[in-house]
């Protein structure tokens, strides 16, 4: 038998009925009202289709929550990741501007030295050359490091007045470095949002949380689908349990029926024998009374030719009275009698 849920939610329960359905054999049962039904719907059994809709809709409802949940969050990184790309692309375009303002200090630098006639080679070039090393040193001094050599000529520049050309030229370089130090924290900032777009990207490698809530949306899925499945399955087996009680019943009565007509059956033998076994002595008494009545016979027979060799005798020789006579031929008639007797007492002990 199949318990069929209803035609939306196309679940079947399957239920064994083999006993049922011997039943139904043995019985012969053929009309439509004895048949049992091969499958149970769920307006059978009780269940209100409602039910069965609102448990899977609450799930459904559910199981979408947590999938948009994890959806919002996806999009909430992917939107910080953007937000940081932009980011950089931004502090590389302000690095871009800045090393174009660096590079227009030099251009000035240049446009100075040939207005105040410095040759490259000159000891006035080379010293601004070197207090620009060490205005660069103290601003990167983890990168900058000055030789002793040259620490010992700062000091002998230090102890003399600048010119023109290199207080200018110092002026145009501190103004580069302000610049300077700007694209090296923008190059810190550059490496630390791709260190963050990275180890993002790996954690969501990791922990790919679309595929946990689609894991969990289908855990709240077969969830529902067991607990109306279990309710399908309860009320069914309510009335499978009610049709069996009621098979075992109608099994019950009919093993009692054969009971009593092996019963009559048994009886019916007993009697039949005991009939067979009344014909069997009537039979024996009958051959029994054949034989005496066969040896009565043969007495009366010899008796009778001995009375009428008598007879002859005494009509012939000797002279013998009426009287005699008389009682002879009566005597043989109550003879006659009595084998008549005999044959009729057989034939009513046959009867």
Request: some cysteine; glycine content about 6%; hydrophobic content about 35%.
């Amino acid at each position: 038998m199949q318990i069929r849920a209803n035609a939306n939610d196309n679940q079947v329960i399957s239920v064994s009925s083999a006993a049922r359905e011997r039943a139904a054999l043995r019985e012969g049962k053929g009309t439509q009202k004895n048949q049992h039904k091969s499958s149970i719907f769920a307006g059978d059994l009780g269940m209100q289709n409602d039910i069965v809709s609102q448990r899977m809709q609450r799930a459904r409802k559910k199981a979408l929550k947590m999938i948009g949940d994890a959806w919002q969050g996806d999009k909430k990184i992917d939107q910080g990741i953007a937000n940081m790309k932009d980011k950089v692309a931004m502090l590389r375009d302000e690095m871009k501007e800045n090393l174009d303002i660096i590079a227009e200090g030099d251009v000035q630098k240049e446009l100075a030295r040939q207005q105040y006639g410095v040759s490259m080679d000159s000891q006035e070039q080379k010293d601004l050359e070197l207090l620009e090393k060490r205005a660069d040193a103290q601003r990167n001094p983890s990168e900058i490091h000055l030789t002793q050599e040259e620490e010992e000529r700062l000091a002998q520049i230090d102890e003399q007045p600048l010119t023109e050309y290199q207080e200018r030229c110092l002026r145009i370089d501190s103004y580069q470095g302000t610049y300077e130090n700007r694209n090296n924290q923008i190059q810190q900032e550059i490496k630390g949002y791709n260190a963050s777009i990275r180890n993002i990207k790996i954690e969501r490698l990791k922990y790919n949380e679309m595929v946990k809530a689609q894991k969990k949306a289908d855990a709240v899925m077969d969830a529902a689908a067991d607990e109306v499945l279990g309710l399908l399955v309860s009320e069914g087996k309510d009335h499978v349990d009610e049709e069996l009680e009621e098979t075992i019943e109608e099994a019950k009565d009919k093993a009692e029926e054969k009971a009593e007509e092996e019963e009559k059956i048994e009886e019916r033998k007993e009697e039949q024998e005991a009939l067979e076994e009344r014909i069997d002595e009537a039979r024996e008494n009958s051959e029994a009374r054949e034989e005496q009545r066969k040896e009565a016979e043969e007495r009366a027979r010899e008796d009778g030719d001995l009375l009428s060799a008598m007879i002859d005798a005494g009509m012939g020789g000797v002279s013998a009275t009426s009287d005699v006579q008389s009682d002879i031929k009566n005597m043989l008639h109550k003879m006659k009698l009595l084998e008549e007797d005999i044959k009729g007492s057989m034939v009513d002990d046959m009867l």
